[in-house]
């Protein structure tokens, strides 16, 4: 018998998916653009800087857009690759021959791990221009490469444990976005416990063991521990990819519905409640819209965003009233920033994953052969969102925008003793003025030359705005969502899509115009008074540029809802009639007709 025979079937299906392609193309034009951008900055001038810093930087951000990228591979080509498969049952045929488990997984493995290997494969070409702009050596770029290579590695696994585990899709994305947390920032967490505890310098024991750790070893200068995170890491990863072989033959089977034992209830709770909850859902939601108490039936979604949103507003408490320094809020600002990401995750998934599953079970053929309308199902999906979600996401987004100002407020006060604390040269080289003005409240206003800082109305009003901006993105996440639902095969695909066209490619088109825009609008400024308008631009650039971001956002948010909106109105029975249509198979070409030859006279 063949070693491994089911990794060439599934090798030669990766390979004639389009997206093998695209995913590399799409992988390397970033990467192209990103790279394009700072050699233009190399010919312009650098604004100051070597071309060995950009060198420096540019690889920086490229290896760290790598990181990220590498790191979630497991969310979204592994998480659900076994689970599906279990859902539909075709699995246990496989072992049904004399397959194994191994044989099972490491024939998943290496057809999941093609596209982010190919995409990976397709950024090191651009990310070597930086050995010839200078400030990156040839050892850290093969250890950063092989950093990169051993994070998609260790996410696949994850994703692949986490698959063998489960059933449900969106079940399995959380577990494998908490699985990947907790191998990224355990280890550090872990060791800074222990330090403090036992009063002792932080060393590196349990941070061995992360991905993030190597990766910045492997960019580090001199002598570094590289190879020793590296064994961890593989280590890692090898026991979830030994755990997933031995586990697969025995969790793919569909277990008896235990409703009579305490395990088979308390789950069952967990994901649709009690009896009376049950009941009253129905009885209050069928008579509105049938299709608004289906989407409503799950329950632990909005549980599950609850718990976190009390255990952010405890920590947020906690902090307000504790006598922390003020240098915490800008930390706080951070972590919201990470919460902020979990959240479009989230809705992005929640979105599609109705109607992924009501076209896959023929549900949506149904509910379109009732007397409902297209317009109602899609406000059900709609206000089911709201219903589960909204509350939620007002606190959250209230805690946010409270911790913004605050943040805000910080930066704003380090700014101004920056400005105050410097002192003035003997002969002002300009004719910039330098004002510092008490008010009773005790804040303090600086101008120079004109350039008077922020007060706190405009701080408020930008903090608003980016509030208002992120309220937007969960809107676009959600209407764009349901479109892609209503498109993808499965739901993890969706969730892509949804956070691929709406959240990561307008992000780098707005960074960009930030980055080039912002600076051209403070450099009038900067030429009027040389000596002291840096210290302002400590206060100003941030806040100009939120501010264009959030003008950029949301005209791309409104663009998304109303684009969404449109299709999902007049294209949603065309998409539905898809999944049910009979397959047509292309008739072979009709053979090509002979004349008859002419008859030869006697």
């Not at 982010?116 to 050995?131: D, W």
């Not at 994305?173 to 699985?179: D, G, P, Q, S, Y």
């Not at 080039?516 to 002291?532: D, E, F, R, T, Y």
Request: net charge positive; glycine share 6%.
């Amino acid at each position: 018998m063949t070693f491994l025979p089911i990794v060439e079937r599934e090798l030669r299906v990766a390979s004639r998916k389009r997206s093998t392609f695209w995913v590399r193309i799409a992988a390397a034009l970033v990467a192209l653009v990103i790279g394009s951008g700072f050699l233009v900055l190399t010919m312009v001038g650098s604004f100051g800087f070597g071309t060995p810093s950009l060198g420096k930087a540019l690889f920086g951000a490229l290896t760290w857009l790598s990181l990220a990228a590498a790191l979630s591979a497991g969310l979204f080509f592994t998480s659900d690759c076994l689970s599906e498969e279990k859902r539909e049952g075709t699995i246990g045929f496989l072992f049904l021959t004399d397959l194994r488990g191994y044989d099972v997984v490491f024939g998943k493995l290496l057809a999941t791990s093609l596209r982010g290997f190919y995409s990976l494969l397709a950024v090191l070409p651009i990310l070597a221009v930086t050995l010839l702009m200078g400030g990156v050596t040839g050892a850290e770029f093969w250890k950063t490469a092989l950093a990169l290579v051993n994070a998609l590695f260790l996410s696949l696994a994850a994703g692949l444990f986490v698959s063998a585990m489960s059933r449900d899709s969106q079940k399995a994305l959380a577990a494998t976005l908490f699985l990947l947390a907790l191998l990224v920032a355990g280890g550090p967490v872990s060791d800074a416990i222990f330090a403090a505890i036992n009063h002792h310098c932080f060393y590196p024991v349990l941070r061995l063991t992360t991905p993030g750790y190597l990766f910045v070893e492997a960019g580090a200068w001199g002598k570094t521990r590289f190879w020793l995170p590296l064994l961890g890491n593989q280590a890692v990863a090898w026991l979830l990819l030994s755990l997933t072989c031995a586990s697969l033959p025995r969790t793919w089977q569909e277990k008896a519905a235990k409703t009579s034992t305490a395990t088979g209830s308390v789950a069952y709770w967990w994901k649709f409640g009690g009896t009376k909850r049950r009941a009253a859902l129905r009885r209050k939601l069928v008579g509105v819209n049938p299709v608004l108490w289906l989407a409503c039936r799950e329950r632990w979604q909005a549980v599950s965003l609850w718990v976190l949103t009390l255990l952010m507003l405890g920590g947020f408490a906690e902090i307000f009233a504790s006598r922390y320094p003020n240098m915490i809020w800008l930390l706080w600002s951070y972590f919201a920033g990470a919460f902020t990401l979990v959240l479009y995750l989230g809705i992005a998934s929640q979105a599609g994953r109705f109607l992924v599953e009501a076209k896959r079970s023929g549900l949506v053929e149904l509910l379109l052969a009732t007397p409902l309308t297209v317009k109602q199902i899609v406000q059900a999906q709609w206000h089911a969102l709201l219903r589960m979600f909204a509350l939620a996401l007002v606190l959250c987004l209230a805690m946010q925008l409270v911790g913004s100002l605050l943040a805000q407020r910080t930066w704003r006060s380090i700014a101004v003793a920056a400005t105050t604390a410097a002192k003035p040269p003997p002969r002002p080289a300009t004719n910039a003025t330098v004002v510092t003005t008490t008010t009773v409240t005790g804040t303090t206003s600086v101008s120079m030359g004109g350039f008077a800082a922020p007060n706190e109305w405009v701080t408020l009003a930008i903090a608003v705005a980016g509030i208002i901006a992120v309220a937007a993105n969960l809107v676009a996440l959600t209407w764009f969502g349901m479109w892609m639902g209503l498109n993808s095969k499965t739901a993890n695909l969706a969730t892509l899509k949804t956070i691929l066209f709406v959240q990561i490619i307008p992000w780098f088109v707005v960074s960009f115009a930030s980055a080039m825009i912002v600076p051209l609008l403070l450099l009038p400024k900067l030429m009027k008074g040389m000596s002291a308008a840096p210290s302002q631009i400590m206060v100003w650039y941030p806040l100009i540029t939120s501010g264009l971001a959030t003008v950029l956002y949301l005209a791309k948010d409104v663009a998304f809802l109303l684009w969404a909106r449109r299709k999902l109105y007049s294209e949603f029975r065309e998409r539905a009639a898809e999944a049910m249509a009979p397959i047509r198979l292309a008739l072979p070409p009709s053979p090509l007709r002979r004349d008859t030859p002419p008859i030869i006279p006697n």
